[in-house]
């Protein structure tokens, strides 16, 4: 079992910046990928943004590319989401997850562990 933890979220107005943390515990990650993802109660959960473990590779949803970067530290099993220029269309609650066998990458039920999520909520 992977526990995903993540934090960071909270009330922001739009064009200012927040940082998303996920500590990760339980098993290495080392080879395998991490995302993003965010859900509103009237929408399903989408894709943010993820990367591969080695860190080689990022994709981005097109609604957060050039404002959002995603990051990982593997010697501190952290993964990173780094949100600015933030819209009142970010307004979700974000989750981290890691996947452990091949997939979409912007494919929710392609990940095997979830974090509980943190809000983020963007004022106009």
């Known amino acids: 079992q992977v526990q995903l933890v993540e934090s960071g979220g909270g009330l922001v107005q739009a064009g200012g910046s927040l940082r998303l943390s996920c500590a990760a515990s339980g098993r290495s990650f080392n080879g395998y990928a991490m995302g993003w993802f965010r859900q509103t109660p009237k929408t399903e959960r989408e894709f943010v943004a993820a990367?591969?473990?080695?860190?080689?590779?990022?994709y981005y949803a097109d609604s957060v590319k050039g404002r959002f970067t995603i990051s990982r530290d593997n010697a501190k099993k952290t993964l990173y989401l780094q949100m600015n220029s933030l819209k009142p269309e970010d307004t979700a609650v974000y989750y981290c997850a890691a996947k452990i066998v091949a997939g979409a990458r912007d494919y929710a039920p392609s990940y095997d562990y979830w974090g509980q999520g943190t809000q983020v909520t963007v004022s106009s």
């Open positions: 990367i591969s473990w080695s860190g080689d590779s990022t």
